[in-house]
């Protein structure tokens, strides 16, 4: 049987393992110092885009600060704007209003001054009734006299008022539903008088329509002009 003798050598064998061990620990440093390189750039990196964000943040607050101004101003424009229309609108409203009151008025004293051959003489021009409360309400009526006012015009007016009361016709007089302080309708005028008062109603009484009748006291004026209107039509 045969030995084989090998020489031992335990410096060997601690020195590979110090090597190995240098190696080891050398790589760990490696490593954490990459990862910290890393890291290092990783942070340079998010506080550079922070930065940038945060300053484009900062734009966009002016910006929408400004649009908000903007805006602010459009919507004063344009309420300004709107009211100026109503505003308009309302003037011009007046204007035409105004406008229709002067042709009625120059129409008016044209019928006088320069009345056609059909309405020579006295006229009931117009009525109007306006309610007030309860059953209280107002009336103006206006007499007219067409040609050259050579001749006082002197009479009294009746006026009567036709309509329903509990589903059964019935007429009234003036006179009798007049209010107490309202003045006697009575008229002298040369070319033209308006003529008011006022007036109740009984309870339940429906109004249909009103024959206003001039009643000259004498004179070349004795015909006696009459005039029926609507009530519909001449009740504001």
Known sequence: ?????????????????????????????????????QSNHNQQQAASVQEMLQGELKGLRISNSKLQAQVSGLQRSAQVDRQAKVELAVEIKNFQDLQAELREEISFYKSIISPDKGEMGLKVYSLAIVPAEDR???????????????????????????????????????????????PQ?????????????????????????????MVPNSGKNSNKPVRTFDWQTVRR
Do not use: C
């Not at 015009?153 to 309202?182: D, N, P």
């Not at 009575?186 to 009748?213: A, I, W």
């Open 136 to 182: 209280l309400h107002h009336f103006k009526l206006v007499l007219t006299q067409g040609g050259k006012g050579d001749n006082v015009a002197k009479g009294r007016v009746k006026m009567l008022l036709k309509g329903t009361l509990q589903g059964k016709e019935k007429s009234l007089g003036f006179s009798k539903i007049q209010v107490a302080e309202s």
């Open 1 to 37: 049987m045969a030995f084989v003798i090998k020489e031992h050598r335990p410096g060997k064998w601690r020195l590979v393992s110090g090597i190995v061990v240098i190696v080891w620990v050398a790589s760990a440093w490696f490593a954490y110092q990459y990862g910290w390189n």
């Open 185 to 213: 309708l009575s008229y002298k005028f040369r070319y033209f008088q308006e003529l008011s008062g006022s007036f109740s109603l009984p309870e339940g009484y429906s109004p249909r329509e009103v024959t206003v009748r």
